[in-house]
C-alpha cells in the first residue's frame, strides 16, 4: 500500500493497541508501547478502514508538477507477526479478506 501521507502512531480517536483482531499490542509491551504513545512514529498504522495493522517497509520521493513541493510516497506492508516477539497478530486469511475489501473500495 502507498500513500503521499507519513504513517500516523496508529491512534485515529481509538485504543490503538486493539486492532479489530482485538490483539494489536496485547502480545508483548514493546508493541503496546509503540502503539499506544503519543510520541510520532513513522512505523507502524492501524488503517482506520480495514483495522489492520501496516509497518512502513520504504519511501521515496515523487516528483512534483509544476511548481508544488516534493512529496514523500510510503510504502507500507500488514504485519503479520509482532516484529518484538514473533506472536501471530494478524492471520493471511484476515490480511487477504481485509485487504480484498480495501481493493473493491478503491482503498489500495
Avoid at 493497541?17 to 496485547?26: K, L, P
Avoid at 498504522?45 to 512502513?56: H, N, V, Y
Avoid at 516534493?70 to 510504502?75: K, S, T
Amino acid at each position: 500500500m502507498a500513500s503521499a501521507h507519513p504513517p500516523g502512531n496508529g491512534n485515529f480517536g481509538r485504543v490503538p493497541s486493539i486492532g479489530s483482531s482485538g490483539r494489536f499490542g496485547s502480545c508483548c509491551a514493546e508493541l503496546n508501547d509503540i502503539l499506544t504513545s503519543d510520541d510520532f512514529n513513522a512505523t507502524f498504522e492501524i488503517e482506520p478502514e480495514s483495522g489492520l495493522l501496516f509497518m512502513a517497509v520504504g519511501q521515496a520521493e515523487l516528483e512534483p508538477e509544476g511548481d508544488e513541493e516534493p512529496e514523500i510516497a510510503w510504502f507500507d506492508q500488514p504485519v503479520r507477526f509482532c516484529p518484538f516477539c514473533g506472536t501471530e497478530i494478524q492471520t493471511a486469511e484476515e490480511i487477504d479478506d481485509k485487504l480484498g475489501d480495501l481493493v473493491e473500495e478503491g482503498e489500495a
